[in-house]
């Protein structure tokens, strides 16, 4: 089957922000003490991190990384995990049932973030908490010294201030299963009442506020407007929220869920649209997209687990494991956020580590990559520049989440510098190869520099510690340049990534 594209130089959606690749980290399973930290592990440095992990994370270039929650934060004293190690509380965690040992807290993460070639995205309490914890918070971490909050972070063994520029005011609040669930109005005035007070601080700052959780809650998009209502001039991004899950295994079904999330961003950016409007402001606010990834494989494990009430410490929660078919999904997801980089500003694969994320480790023992860490890794370093505009005529068919989908998931970026010129495609078609037809207009000079894909036999294939290269990517060479044209055939059900210089 054929599927004709057009690419012009000069026609741009938008330049990238390079936080659309950034991470998350939370106080849940094992993404932090089995994750990141694990001293006496072979591989641990003298702060307990992982080398093997570190190595695995930089290399993915993930600007920001979220912290600590994610659900875990709506109950979390940030006070807890500061001062000598021995003399941190445990406490229960509320959101999954969990102990924290409280041992790494925002001065080790902070740590770790240097490390992994990262910065900090932080989160503070308001389901629990509120504006005075969340000012304490940001004092402590940001001011120089000479004050009670700075002066203990000081005494605690970190002299220089953190500098996080970047926070979120809160975790779904508008889910029932939160604590500290509100509704929209009583959520908008506390994030707006804390964001004046988070900028009486610094006016710098860049502030995220709650969205919803997910397109299927009923009080979607009403919240959004609601929200946006009270805090529109105080904040810079509103969260969005979503997982993808393939339960009744229908492969093209699965596929298909990345329109849905094309339509959620569309949808919240005519509520922007609509506030900005009624504000009369000259602001917009941008979608910070801070958790998402495909979670579905271990819900049944997890029940399991939560059902035996006795309060683990970093138990086995939430480890996904990916297999090739995700590689399809995650594939179209990223290229739905380059695609709509007009809106989406700052993007958070959820999570990093463990806990349904692209790396996996064992106690003591190796890490390894999912099979989702090879299309986030490209996105990462490849889709960072100009999303460009393309126009697509190709075969389509229909599902129960929309109707002609196409079987060609494409999107393309011009580089930072101008040199190169980026295709990302996933072809859905189960059985029949795309004869990929691309007019180049603009590019007169493009030459293939590198074509690489990803295609199994079994959509089900998965990496382990024990066979860590089951699905990966490997070169190819069918994408040629002919007559101002890049032409390539995509195999079936396959991830492709085709580079040119231009």
Sequence with gaps: MKTNVVVHRDFRIATIDSRLYSSFLEHLGRAIYGGIYEPGHPTADEDGFRQDVLDLVRELDTPYCRYPGGNFVSAYNWEDGVGPRAERPV?????????????????????????????PMLAVNLGSRGLDAARNFLEYCNHPGGTYWSDL?????????????????????????????????????????????????????????????????????????????????SADHISLHMYFANREKNTLNYLARATKLDRYITTIGGVIDYIKAKKRSKKTIGISFDEWNVWYHSNQQDKEILARDEWPDAPHLLEDIYNFEDVLQVGGILNTFIRRSDRVRIACIAQLVNVIAPIMTEDGGAAWRQTIYYP??????????????????GPTYDSDEENDVPYLDVSAVHSEDGKTLTFFAVNRHPSTALDLDVRLEGFGNARVVEQVEMTHGDLEAV????????????????????????????????????????
């Design 91 to 119: 406490r229960l965690d509320l959101a999954w049932r969990t102990r924290e040992a409280n041992q790494i807290g925002v001065n080790e993460f902070v740590d770790w973030c240097k490390k992994a070639n990262t910065k």
């Design 376 to 393: 986030f890794y490209y996105a990462s370093r490849y889709g960072r520049g100009s999303a460009l505009q393309l126009v697509v005529d």
């Design 153 to 233: 972070r000081r005494k605690h063994g970190w002299s220089n201030p953190h500098d996080v520029k970047l926070w979120c005011l809160g975790n779904e609040m508008d889910g029932p299963w939160q604590v500290g669930h509100k509704s929209a109005y009583e959520y908008g005035r506390l994030a707006d009442e804390t964001a004046k007070a988070m900028r009486g601080f610094d006016k710098s700052l860049e502030l995220v506020v709650c969205g919803s959780s997910n397109s299927d809650m009923k009080t979607y998009p009403e919240w959004e407007a609601q929200v946006l209502e009270q805090c529109y001039d």
């Design 463 to 502: 990496n382990t510690a024990a066979r860590p290269k089951t699905v990966v990517p490997v070169n190819a060479e069918s994408a040629k340049i002919e007559d101002g044209r890049l032409r390539a055939a995509l195999k079936p059900f396959s991830y492709n990534v085709i580079r040119l210089s231009v």
